[in-house]
């Protein structure tokens, strides 16, 4: 009988796995175990987590309540794939969805369960409004991010993902997201010039996709007059609208739906990454009655019915949604980042900060900078990671969920991060 080595090391990855993975490559840990906020590695260290999955940990590792509803599922046998069959957990999801989040914010939707991840979501968007309006062109907009496969990536606007794709990525039109050049130009002022001219070689689009905090973008803010001012373009020439909430969705910006500042309700509305609550794949297309013109079968996924998701989710939604509490902590803690960021700023040359809620970003003029930032609070144990289209952001999104205490111990550790970066460059910088 042949003897199977079980021990794990950091050569098992360079030897077995793809030069395609990213993450591990700046924190080279072998992590194990985690709870909360928190994550340990095989040698027993604990690194504080301010990536949290990339947002899709919005209420942290292992959620004690989240896990119990989950094994006692997985103990009794409950279904486990069920592609889109009926069963009991994806009912108790239909009913408490519409119960915690829709009708209290009083949306009409209709859910759809596209396939496991949000770039899945954002594939049946695209294709449901070419669908409904019988049009082919998507307007997106500059430093979008919606998703890898190749749908996602024609509305995506990162030239080194977008080259990935190995084809023309086409039926597209990029558009300049809020502030793009800085006040400079009237807002809309050029798509509705555009539009409304025969003469301008635009063919009307099917939809307009947008994200209303562009995270893998830079934490680009859009704000609620521009959102609205977005819809009501939109409304006026019959072009649906699309939010993107893989990311700020959940709760991310306080509110549930990071599009409720802004008072609007779009026509198509798109959900992965925390909406199961645990880290489980999961995904919405959520869409107004109307615009449910799918035939049976035509547009599927072998892993759309992933029922242990569908526990946790339904778990999450009672557990955090039943009530204000959670949106105010969001605002809470994330002044408390804003407030920490804006001292930075203000003591650092080259350093600013934007965001909302609890996804903030710190920019650096120079680039390079904030890498270094990320890998020396790695050294401190503590995950952020980098985004915008030069990696010119230190990127925040920790779980809502954190203690205080952990939230500003994270925060000294960046803040120290962040001295040690800008005293090298500039050594006369005032204490």
């Given at each position: ?413 960046l803040s120290k991060a962040v001295a040690a970066v800008a005293t090298e460059r500039t050594p006369e910088v005032a204490e």
């Amino acid at each position: 009988m042949t003897t199977i080595d079980t021990h794990v090391d950091d050569k098992t990855f360079t030897k077995y796995e793809s030069e395609v993975r990213s993450y591990c490559r700046n924190w080279p840990a072998i992590f194990d175990t985690a709870q909360g906020a928190w994550l340990t590695d095989v040698d027993g260290n604990k690194y504080l987590d301010f990536f949290a999955g990339a947002g899709a940990l919005n209420y942290g590792h292992n959620d004690p309540d989240l896990k119990e509803a989950l094994l006692r599922h997985l103990v009794r046998d409950g279904i486990t794939h069920g592609l889109d069959m009926s069963t009991v957990a994806k009912g108790e999801f239909l009913q408490t969805f519409h119960d915690r989040i829709l009708a209290p914010r009083n949306l009409d939707y209709k859910v759809q369960f596209p396939g496991p991840t949000g770039t899945n979501a954002v594939e049946s968007a695209l294709k449901l409004a070419r669908k409904v309006t019988g049009r082919e062109s998507i307007v997106s907009f500059t430093n979008a991010f919606h998703g890898m496969t190749l749908g996602s990536l024609s509305v995506t606007g990162n030239a080194t993902k977008r080259a990935g794709a190995g084809v023309p990525l086409v039926h597209s039109t990029p558009m300049p997201f809020d502030d793009y050049f800085d006040g400079a130009v009237e807002d809309f002022g050029w798509f509705t010039r555009v539009l409304d001219d025969h003469g301008s070689g635009l063919n009307r689009p099917a939809a307009v996709i947008v994200e209303t905090i562009q995270g893998e973008g830079g934490v680009n803010v859009a704000r609620a007059e521009w959102l609205s001012a977005l819809a009501e373009l939109c409304q006026s020439r019959e072009i649906l609208l699309i939010v993107d909430d893989v990311q700020m969705g959940c709760g991310r910006t306080g509110e549930f739906f990071s599009f409720e500042i802004a008072d609007i309700k779009p026509d198509i509305v798109t959900l992965s990454k925390s909406i199961s609550g645990y880290g489980l794949p999961m995904a919405l297309t959520l869409l107004k009655p109307e615009h449910d013109v799918w035939n049976p079968g035509e547009h599927n996924g072998t892993f759309r019915g992933n029922n242990p998701a569908f526990v946790t989710a339904t778990t999450a939604l009672n557990k955090y949604w039943s009530d204000d509490l959670l949106t105010r902590d969001v605002h809470r803690k994330g002044a408390i980042i804003s407030e920490t960021f804006a001292g930075l700023s203000e003591k650092y040359e080259g350093v600013t900060h934007r965001g909302r809620g609890m996804v903030q970003g710190l920019v650096f003029d120079e680039p390079e900078l904030a890498g270094k930032v990320c890998a020396l609070a790695y050294e401190d144990r503590l995950l952020a990671e980098t985004s915008g289209p030069s990696d010119e952001v230190v990127k925040l999104l920790p779980p809502l969920t954190i203690d205080e205490d952990d939230l500003q111990r994270g925060l000294d550790i960046l803040s120290k991060a962040v001295a040690a970066v800008a005293t090298e460059r500039t050594p006369e910088v005032a204490e």
